[in-house]
């Protein structure tokens, strides 16, 4: 027989059998008090660990034995009265956050050591879509505080999750400047945690630096104080010019290249706008390149004219590679409104987390807003600044064709010049044999370097595309949810084995499409390609994450 805390332990694990078996032996014999009383030893119920560990089947057979269950306080002095409705909203278990509610839990409880509710929960732990099903589907007060007079947007701007501060603001337009009882907005929290982007959200809605607290400082003091100077002068400057402090939803992007570097400038991110330069680095390598060829190594090529037709070969195909992604969209999203977000994205059951709210629109699964070209690009992989532009659905293909004649033709140049001084083919010049040292020297030196640059490039993209995954994913990886199943692990849902994630890479239709209706507008997004196995093994033992630290 096993005793009544393994029901507990049971919950834990997500194991559903093995819930409904001592639940039901416990109802059985009779057991007056209910499931509540049931705990672990720091005085948590079931629910509490199957609403933390989003164990849907769990909550439901626990609801049905015992409904007092679902609104159990936790009796542990750190975590005191907290419900499991508030576990599953800091979790960001969604489908259990639902579940309880539909199961009876109190919406606006409030814990008793802060007086957080599970929206503050779910917002400090910046669980955007829990927070937006909370107010929009379930109604929780937007203007609730907690025992301090914290508002939603203080949990937001501490924890610097700027696309909450967005939401908040432009949905619910909640005050930028509400202020707790000891005198803090959220922009003195963005300063003392160092949240440089959320700062600059909040002082692009208007958020004031000159506010005070009651120790008389404000955001810059704060900054100054905990971060140092170069810290409060970044914020001061968002304050005195801040490059989206019109909210200006991007127009269409010009097909036309001078107008589409005009526009970067003009939107783009300020910080960013510098590497516009490194798009010659290109076309100077080649010109370069290409003069040394003509005077010097054409002779020798006449001799290697393998090496020759392979050299011109490569470079036309770079330079063919480049204007095809320099002059090209890259797959940018069009923008949309405020209203169209209102009226359209939020009540399709689009979620806030998949939208942008600086381009107004769906987020497909694989994109992101570019910062240098203020628009979400679909399929994002890196914006490459030596090609002057992003690299998406669109250029993906050009830029490995790039990358490959690029090292293709340094090669070939290296290997012309290695003939040229090795295999001593020395060809005297018409010009002063000096300057034709200097001239080969620099360039042999130039190539090597460039081909020293671009091979791990080249291979981290082979590597990329044999396992289906863009730059952007490898990078932030952590912030992809649809990378982790319910249990942490790595899982990624595009790949197809590598022959197939290779063709699909060629031969696939633009992603876009499976988003996007013929007449633009988006369809709901396929959430659930993550694996479920919320069912989880029953003999599986392992589990000893403590999740009561968390809070
Ligand atoms: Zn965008
Ligand atoms: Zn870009």
């Avoid at 929206?119 to 955007?128: N, P, V, Y």
């Avoid at 010659?280 to 010097?296: E, H, S, T």
């Avoid at 405020?338 to 009226?343: E, I, R």
């Avoid at 090292?407 to 040229?420: E, K, P």
């Amino acid at each position: 027989m096993v005793g009544d805390v393994d029901l507990v332990f049971a919950a834990r694990r997500g194991s559903v059998e093995n819930v409904e078996l001592i639940a039901s032996r416990i109802c059985e014999n009779g057991v007056s008090t209910g499931l509540t009383d049931i705990r672990d030893q720091e005085g948590h119920t079931a629910m509490h660990w199957a609403a933390s560990g989003g164990y849907v089947h769990v909550i439901r057979i626990l609801a049905k034995y015992d409904p007092a269950l679902v609104n159990a306080l936790s009796l542990k002095p750190r975590t005191i009265d907290q419900t499991p409705l508030m576990w599953a909203a800091y979790s960001g278990k969604l489908d259990a956050v639902v579940a309880l509610l539909e199961c009876g839990a109190q919406l606006n409880a409030v814990e008793s050591v802060m007086g957080y509710s599970a929206l503050m929960f779910a917002i400090q732990f910046g669980h955007i879509n829990v927070a937006h099903v909370l107010i929009d589907r379930f109604h929780a007060n937007v203007d609730q505080r907690d025992f301090r007079g914290s508002t939603l947007l203080h949990f937001a701007a501490l924890q610097g999750h700027y696309s909450i501060i967005h939401y908040l603001i432009q949905v619910y337009s909640v005050d930028v400047n509400a202020s707790t009882r000891d005198g803090f907005i959220p922009i003195h929290l963005a300063a003392l945690q160092g949240h440089l982007r959320a700062a600059r959200v909040l002082i692009s809605y208007g958020a004031s630096v000159s506010i005070c607290n009651e120790k008389g400082q404000n955001a810059i003091h704060i900054a100054r104080e905990k971060h140092g100077v170069k810290f409060a002068k970044a914020i001061e400057s968002c304050a005195s010019r801040d490059p989206f402090q019109s909210h200006q939803i991007p127009g269409d992007f010009p097909k036309d290249i001078l107008n589409r570097f005009r526009t970067r400038m003009k939107e783009g991110n300020f910080a960013l706008r510098c590497p516009q330069i490194l798009v010659y680095v290109f076309p100077i390598i080649v010109f370069v390149n290409y003069m040394v060829y003509l005077f010097i190594l054409r002779d020798v090529s006449v001799r290697r004219y393998t090496l020759g037709f392979f050299y011109h070969l490569f470079i036309l195909a770079s330079i063919f590679a480049f204007c095809r992604i320099l002059l090209s969209n890259p797959g940018f999203i069009p923008a949309r409104s405020l209203d169209y977000v209102k009226s359209t994205l939020l009540q399709q059951s689009i979620l806030p987390g998949e939208i942008c709210w600086t381009c107004m629109n769906l987020k497909p699964m694989r994109s992101k807003h570019c910062a240098l070209c203020n628009r979400c690009v679909d399929r994002f992989d890196h914006h490459c600044p030596y090609v002057g532009n992003c690299i998406g659905s669109n250029t993906d293909r050009a830029f490995v064709v790039y990358l490959c004649s690029v090292f293709g033709a340094l090669s070939c140049a290296l290997g012309l010049l290695f003939h040229l001084y090795f295999r001593s083919e020395i060809v005297y010049p018409f010009f002063s044999f000096e300057l034709w040292n200097i001239m080969c020297i620099s360039v042999c030196i130039v190539d090597t370097i460039c081909l020293i640059g671009i091979t791990p490039l080249l291979l981290q993209q082979c590597y990329l595309i044999v396992n289906d995954i863009t730059v952007n994913e490898s990078i932030n990886m952590t912030r992809y949810n649809y990378f982790w199943d319910s249990h942490g692990r790595f899982y990624n849902p595009n790949d197809q084995g590598a022959f197939r994630n290779c063709l699909s890479f060629w031969y696939r239709r633009a992603a876009r499409a499976v988003y996007y209706n013929e007449d633009g507008s988006p369809q709901t997004p396929n959430l659930n390609t993550k694996k479920d196995d919320n069912l989880v093994d029953t003999t599986n033992n392992s589990f000893t994450m403590d999740q009561s630290n968390r809070v």
